[in-house]
């Protein structure tokens, strides 16, 4: 993968990012804040290609998350930005995690591979059944309380946006058991993620079969360039078995002292 092609994806997720939350430019930094909590998976910033931030562009950035109540923290690829994490770690940022970057390649087609036996997988755009998506990543990411009608709202307007909801279930008693997602595409240009399994449907290949199919649709309707940012090394090792590589790394980095 070419510097190139790293920067298309750190464009897309600059484009993609702001989507449902407020934002505002900083300096060198695309800072991003959503309403309804303060997950810091959900409130980030994401530098510009080359950024070489001062540390007052750092501290405005600092400031501004801690005046919403968000804590100060960054997801982007390191490469296309090399001055920014030793800006960030000099300001008394700390690494939380490097996760890998994902592509899929070469096209799943002529990698079928095999659903589950007893699971079938649909690409929906029904409520109920966006529903029975939203109902599964609720759980298989270990959230709290009753799910609210924002996060089923959220997949209407990824499917609304062009992007793609499937659903994988049982084929007799029609359980959900697992769902994924391809955002709306831009440049050719799609993020697969949120692909997640209910606890008692797990280690049958379903996140496995999800993504596999997810990739294909992408690139049945045009789309090109898949990629996704695995949360690990083993969440990565499901999707290399669909058909991904990784070719470079994200950074999570924050600020959590005082």
């Given at each position: 993968?070419?510097?190139?092609?790293?920067?298309?994806?750190?464009?897309?997720?600059?484009?993609?990012?702001?989507?449902?939350?407020?934002?505002?430019?900083?300096?060198?930094?695309?800072?991003?804040?959503?309403?309804?909590?303060?997950?810091?998976?959900?409130?980030?910033?994401?530098?510009?290609?080359?950024?070489?931030?001062?540390?007052?562009?750092?501290?405005?950035?600092?400031?501004?998350?801690?005046?919403?109540?968000?804590?100060?923290?960054?997801?982007?690829?390191?490469?296309?930005?090399?001055?920014?994490?030793?800006?960030?770690?000099?300001?008394?940022?700390?690494?939380?995690?490097?996760?890998?970057?994902?592509?899929?390649?070469?096209?799943?087609?002529?990698?079928?591979?095999?659903?589950?036996?007893?699971?079938?997988?649909?690409?929906?755009?029904?409520?109920?059944?966006?529903?029975?998506?939203?109902?599964?990543?609720?759980?298989?990411?270990?959230?709290?309380g009753p799910m609210p009608q924002r996060v089923v709202d959220g997949l209407r307007r990824t499917v609304d946006g062009g992007g793609i909801v499937m659903l994988a279930r049982d084929t007799e008693t029609q359980e959900p058991a697992g769902a994924g997602l391809?955002?709306?595409?831009?440049?050719?240009?799609?993020?697969?993620?949120?692909?997640?399994?209910?606890?008692?449907?797990?280690?049958?290949?379903?996140?496995?079969?999800?993504?596999?199919?997810?990739?294909?649709?992408?690139?049945?309707?045009?789309?090109?360039?898949?990629?996704?940012?695995?949360?690990?090394?083993?969440?990565?090792?499901?999707?290399?078995?669909?058909?991904?590589?990784?070719?470079?790394?994200?950074?999570?980095?924050?600020?959590?002292?005082?």
């Open positions: 993968m070419t510097a190139a092609d790293l920067q298309r994806i750190q464009s897309y997720l600059r484009f993609t990012a702001p989507r449902g939350r407020d934002h505002t430019k900083i300096g060198p930094f695309l800072a991003t804040f959503n309403r309804d909590t303060d997950n810091p998976y959900l409130n980030y910033a994401i530098p510009d290609t080359g950024a070489v931030p001062s540390g007052s562009d750092i501290d405005s950035l600092v400031n501004e998350y801690r005046r919403r109540d968000r804590k100060p923290r960054l997801e982007y690829i390191p490469a296309i930005a090399p001055a920014v994490e030793p800006a960030l770690l000099a300001s008394g940022f700390e690494v939380e995690a490097r996760t890998p970057l994902m592509i899929c390649r070469p096209a799943p087609r002529g990698r079928a591979g095999k659903t589950p036996a007893g699971i079938e997988l649909l690409v929906t755009t029904r409520d109920d059944d966006l529903r029975d998506a939203a109902a599964v990543q609720w759980e298989a990411y270990e959230e709290r391809c955002t709306g595409p831009h440049d050719e240009s799609t993020e697969l993620t949120s692909v997640g399994v209910r606890p008692s449907f797990r280690r049958r290949g379903i996140a496995e079969a999800v993504t596999r199919g997810l990739a294909a649709e992408a690139i049945a309707r045009g789309t090109g360039n898949v990629f996704l940012m695995a949360a690990g090394e083993a969440e990565a090792r499901i999707y290399e078995r669909a058909g991904f590589e990784t070719v470079s790394e994200v950074l999570h980095i924050s600020l959590t002292s005082a």
